[in-house]
């Protein structure tokens, strides 16, 4: 008789790998892949919260002790819980700000259990399968439409931002992961068809986001460099403002030809549009804000929301800005915390890179500035359901001092 022995990996590394395709296939839904399948992320979103509530009521004493050292991400969701006693739309709030609660939820529980590099695997993992199938939409038109009528390339999404998104996220979870692993050339050439893809959507948010890739290359350059020279943040800021000023020059500019020449408009397809109608509104209800997610369904800014989807977008529910949708939502209260947690967050980052040097501490500043540049574009930085706030959240807890300290302590980078 002839036994026969398997090798099994451990328990740890088993659950880590489930959890984190898990997350990868919700990311591919959140951010867009399967928008016009709404049953599809309807259902994964309710597996989530499932999954959520198992992990609070199975292990209570763990679960409680992560959402406490959480604390400060949770108080977004505590104000827009509270909102709907003076919210435009009550019953719209309640729902918004219970998505938007578990939102921080989930990401709090993800930051628990994965390791920093496994959130960018997930998350090249999801765009790799989205620009896969956007290419394949391109080439057979199995999805229409995968064009907007006027050229800019949608894919297998249903919004030009979402597509240019996806190229951009592709290419900084490749660079990312080539910084760590070592194929560089892959990495680079990756950066180089997502620049492709984010043009041939049309999309100056992605465009603008590709900023945050130089940033990542000088700390990653730098961070070997004796501590005492610290140049790393002051090259990167100059990176940055290099990289932003070319950007906007070949995407925009001040007389708004190559962005008419983009199909858009000096407004930036409307969006400055939005954004005094945002400042309207809140200067109706400045201190608590209209009630989270209530501005575009209730009937007191009936005629606002109607001129809006007339001239500039008729199914348009956000205003492409996710600091002005912060200030509208929740007033001085709710923006004041918004703005105080993302300074916070980037102070915590760069304590983080300037005391470690990790490859890590550099990733997660530059995806945590693209998401903040990406927010002054659109809105996904401060709603419910959006991987920007959740990879937002995650930075927050994976700077915290006392983990990368006990990781540092440990002899080990996280």
């Given at each position: ?45 309710l597996v989530t919260y499932a999954s959520i509530l198992f992990w609070i009521t199975r292990a209570p004493g763990p679960a ?119 194929w560089s050339a892959v990495a680079l050439t990756i950066t180089a068809l997502g620049i492709l893809l984010a043009v041939r ?129 929740l007033g001085v209260l709710g923006g004041g915390i918004f703005l105080a947690l993302v300074t916070v967050t980037f102070r ?67």
């Open positions: 008789m002839i036994a026969v022995t398997t090798t099994r990996l451990p328990t740890t590394i088993r659950k880590h790998t489930l959890i984190m395709l898990a997350f990868s296939v919700l990311l591919f839904s959140a951010g867009g892949g399967t928008f016009r399948f709404p049953a599809i992320s309807a259902a994964l979103w409680f002790r992560a959402i406490r050292a959480a604390w400060p991400l949770l108080l977004i969701p505590l104000i827009a819980l509270i909102s709907p006693l003076w919210s435009v739309d009550p019953a719209r709030s309640v729902i918004a700000a219970t998505q938007l609660l578990f939102t921080l939820l989930l990401a709090i529980r993800l930051a628990a259990i994965l390791p920093p590099r496994a959130a960018f695997t997930a998350l090249f993992i999801a765009q790799t399968a989205g620009i896969a199938l956007s290419l394949a939409n391109a080439a057979t038109g199995a999805l229409p439409p995968a064009f907007e009528p006027h050229g800019p390339m949608l894919g297998i999404y249903v919004q030009k931002s979402w597509m240019g998104k996806a190229a951009f996220w592709w290419a900084f979870s490749a660079i990312a992961l080539g910084v760590w692993y070592r959507a049309e999309s100056v948010t992605a465009l603008l986001a590709f900023s945050s890739i130089g940033v990542l290359l000088t700390f990653t350059a730098t961070r070997r460099l004796p501590a005492t020279l610290r140049i790393g943040l002051p090259l990167a800021a100059v990176i940055l403002a290099i990289s932003l000023t070319l950007i906007w020059g070949v995407t925009g500019g001040s007389s708004g030809d190559v962005l008419a020449a983009m199909g858009k408009s000096s407004t930036l397809t409307g969006r400055t549009v939005l954004w005094q109608i945002g400042y309207e509104a809140w200067a109706d209800h400045p201190i608590l804000g209209t009630g989270y997610g209530a501005f575009w369904s209730s009937s007191t800014f009936a005629w606002e929301v109607g001129f809006v989807h007339a001239h500039v977008d008729d199914g348009l529910a956000g205003f492409h800005n996710a600091y002005v949708e912060a200030f509208v939502a915590r980052l760069i304590r983080w890179y300037l005391a470690t040097r990790s490859t890590e501490a550099a990733v997660w500043s530059a995806a945590t500035l693209a998401i903040a540049l990406m927010g002054c574009m659109d809105d996904y930085f401060f709603r419910q359901h959006a991987p920007h706030l959740i990879f937002f959240a995650m930075a927050f807890l994976y700077s915290a001092p006392a983990r990368w300290q006990r990781a540092e302590g440990l002899g080990k980078t996280l």
